[in-house]
């Protein structure tokens, strides 16, 4: 009868087939037991079964093993006698079922593992994380650090997150928001929680690296618009002395070219006869009675469409100019300033400027004028009724009306000791 102790072949064969067993037992077995929560009674006849088949493996190796090693039977041990005289179908059946019994545990044993979630999925799934997970004992001991939370660590802090104490302090007093780790940006939270009975300190590190070099270019942007915007704000509040100076301007090139026509034709009458000529004298005088005419109705129409244009601006922004104790009008202003034109259009522009600013800035609804004419020169006052300001920068439309009053030879002065205050002294050629 065939046995496995008389065919030497057959015995390495069924103890390399066991030790196989033997190690696929143990390695299913601490699969089991780390991962399986054995609160069933199936999963515990599992278990068992696994521990069976580890137990049957080693034994029936340990029976080859010693038989193998001897080389007279007389010293070959009665136990492993007795199973290696079993027949040799006794040794394959036995070998089969164990066989079988190991890859219907191991198939079962993976469906369980695809349906329910371990301590090995877990971690897997922590490392696959853009976001940087690290959870540490209260004492500094590291439980869970994935690779993003690592290489933030060196990045960032120049240390190893695994083992080191110090890296811990360190994230543990960290009191931002925002860790750059090289050229990452990453948000920045712990938490504080219980495990077990074990006090744990979780941090937590999510890259926003698109989102704040988004914002800093925002930013970036904001501020230029910030400034265009300042700038379009200066432009509009003196764009109104611009007008106006490009149509002083204008007439008086108007006013220059009329009169040079005038001159040149009085040069040739006066060149090219030697007796009086009525008709072309008569002609002449029409040319210089025209062109008088045209510059006293140029500077009326100038001086009223100016001041008509500040009366219907202070009516649309709602915005009352008290000169001298009442309402401005035309006369008592150009009482005051006279008829030159430049003088009044200081003080209008001047009147303007204030009202706006009293509007924008101020928040008040009315601006008192005070205008004195004295020794060829009017000074004039100018306050409003809105909140105290405590500083006042000159800029835009206030720069402009300072170099338009002192290219003039006037002073302009501005306090705000008990609240917003322009003085300025105008030379108008009147005593």
């Given at each position: 009868?065939?046995?496995?102790?008389?065919?030497?072949?057959?015995?390495?064969l069924?103890?390399?087939?066991?030790?196989s067993?033997?190690w696929?037992?143990?390695?299913?077995?601490?699969l089991?037991?780390?991962?399986?929560?054995?609160?069933k009674?199936?999963e515990?006849?599992?278990?068992?079964?696994?521990f069976?088949i580890?137990?049957?493996?080693?034994f029936m190796?340990?029976v080859?093993m010693?038989?193998?090693?001897?080389?007279?039977?007389?010293?070959?041990?009665s136990v492993?006698?007795?199973?290696?005289?079993?027949?040799?179908?006794?040794?394959?059946?036995?070998?089969?079922?164990?066989?079988?019994?190991?890859?219907?545990l191991?198939k079962?044993?993976?469906q369980?593992?695809?349906?329910h979630?371990s301590?090995?999925?877990?971690?897997e799934?922590?490392?696959?994380?853009?976001?940087g997970v690290?959870?540490?004992?209260?004492?500094?001991?590291?439980v869970?650090?994935?690779?993003v939370m690592d290489?933030?660590?060196?990045?960032?802090?120049?240390?190893?997150?695994?083992?080191?104490?110090?890296l811990?302090?360190?994230?543990?007093?960290y009191?931002?928001?925002?860790?750059?780790?090289?050229?990452?940006?990453?948000?920045?939270?712990?938490?504080?929680?219980?495990?077990?009975g074990?006090?744990?300190?979780?941090?937590?590190?999510?890259?926003?690296?698109?989102?704040?070099?988004?914002?800093?270019l925002l930013?970036?942007?904001?501020?230029?618009?910030?400034?265009?915007?300042?700038h379009?704000?200066?432009l509009?509040?003196?764009?109104d002395?611009?007008?106006?100076?490009n149509e002083?301007?204008n007439?008086?090139?108007?006013?220059?070219?009329?009169?040079?026509?005038?001159l040149?034709?009085?040069?040739k009458?006066?060149?090219?006869?030697?007796?009086?000529?009525?008709?072309?004298?008569?002609?002449?005088?029409?040319m210089?009675?025209?062109?008088?005419?045209?510059?006293?109705n140029?500077?009326?129409?100038?001086?009223?469409d100016?001041?008509?244009?500040?009366?219907?601006?202070?009516?649309?922004?709602?915005v009352?100019?008290?000169?001298?104790g009442?309402?401005?009008?035309?006369?008592?202003?150009y009482d005051?300033?006279?008829t030159?034109t430049?003088p009044?259009h200081?003080?209008?522009?001047?009147?303007?400027?204030?009202?706006t600013n009293?509007?924008?800035?101020a928040?008040g609804?009315?601006?008192?004028?005070t205008?004195e004419?004295?020794?060829g020169?009017c000074?004039?006052?100018?306050?409003?009724?809105?909140?105290?300001?405590?500083?006042?920068?000159?800029?835009?439309?206030?720069?402009s009306?300072?170099?338009?009053?002192?290219n003039?030879?006037g002073r302009?002065?501005?306090?705000?000791?008990?609240?917003?205050?322009?003085?300025i002294?105008?030379?108008?050629g009147?005593?």
């Amino acid at each position: 009868m065939n046995t496995v102790m008389s065919i030497p072949a057959l015995r390495i064969l069924f103890a390399a087939a066991f030790l196989s067993l033997t190690w696929g037992a143990v390695f299913l077995l601490r699969l089991r037991i780390s991962n399986t929560r054995f609160g069933k009674s199936r999963e515990r006849i599992k278990a068992l079964a696994t521990f069976l088949i580890f137990a049957c493996s080693y034994f029936m190796l340990e029976v080859m093993m010693n038989i193998n090693g001897r080389r007279e039977l007389s010293t070959v041990s009665s136990v492993a006698l007795f199973f290696g005289s079993f027949p040799l179908w006794i040794c394959t059946v036995l070998l089969l079922i164990l066989v079988v019994v190991f890859i219907y545990l191991m198939k079962d044993y993976r469906q369980w593992s695809n349906d329910h979630i371990s301590n090995l999925s877990i971690k897997e799934s922590i490392d696959l994380l853009s976001a940087g997970v690290a959870v540490y004992t209260e004492k500094g001991l590291p439980v869970v650090i994935n690779p993003v939370m690592d290489n933030i660590g060196v990045a960032a802090f120049g240390e190893n997150m695994y083992g080191s104490t110090g890296l811990y302090e360190k994230l543990l007093g960290y009191d931002k928001d925002v860790i750059r780790a090289g050229d990452e940006y990453y948000t920045f939270r712990k938490n504080r929680f219980n495990i077990d009975g074990v006090e744990c300190v979780e941090f937590i590190c999510d890259n926003v690296s698109d989102e704040y070099k988004t914002a800093g270019l925002l930013k970036e942007e904001n501020e230029r618009l910030k400034r265009m915007n300042e700038h379009l704000k200066e432009l509009n509040s003196t764009i109104d002395s611009y007008v106006i100076e490009n149509e002083i301007l204008n007439a008086k090139v108007m006013v220059h070219d009329r009169l040079g026509q005038t001159l040149l034709a009085t040069q040739k009458y006066l060149l090219d006869g030697d007796s009086v000529d009525e008709e072309r004298s008569g002609e002449l005088l029409d040319m210089w009675k025209e062109n008088i005419g045209f510059m006293s109705n140029s500077m009326d129409d100038q001086k009223n469409d100016e001041l008509m244009a500040l009366l219907t601006a202070a009516e649309d922004v709602g915005v009352g100019l008290v000169f001298n104790g009442k309402a401005l009008t035309g006369d008592d202003f150009y009482d005051c300033f006279g008829t030159d034109t430049y003088p009044a259009h200081i003080a209008l522009t001047a009147i303007h400027e204030c009202m706006t600013n009293t509007l924008r800035h101020a928040k008040g609804d009315e601006v008192y004028i005070t205008a004195e004419r004295k020794d060829g020169s009017c000074s004039m006052v100018i306050t409003n009724n809105g909140s105290r300001v405590s500083q006042v920068v000159e800029k835009g439309g206030l720069k402009s009306l300072r170099s338009l009053v002192e290219n003039s030879g006037g002073r302009m002065e501005i306090l705000t000791d008990e609240g917003f205050m322009l003085r300025i002294n105008i030379r108008t050629g009147r005593e």
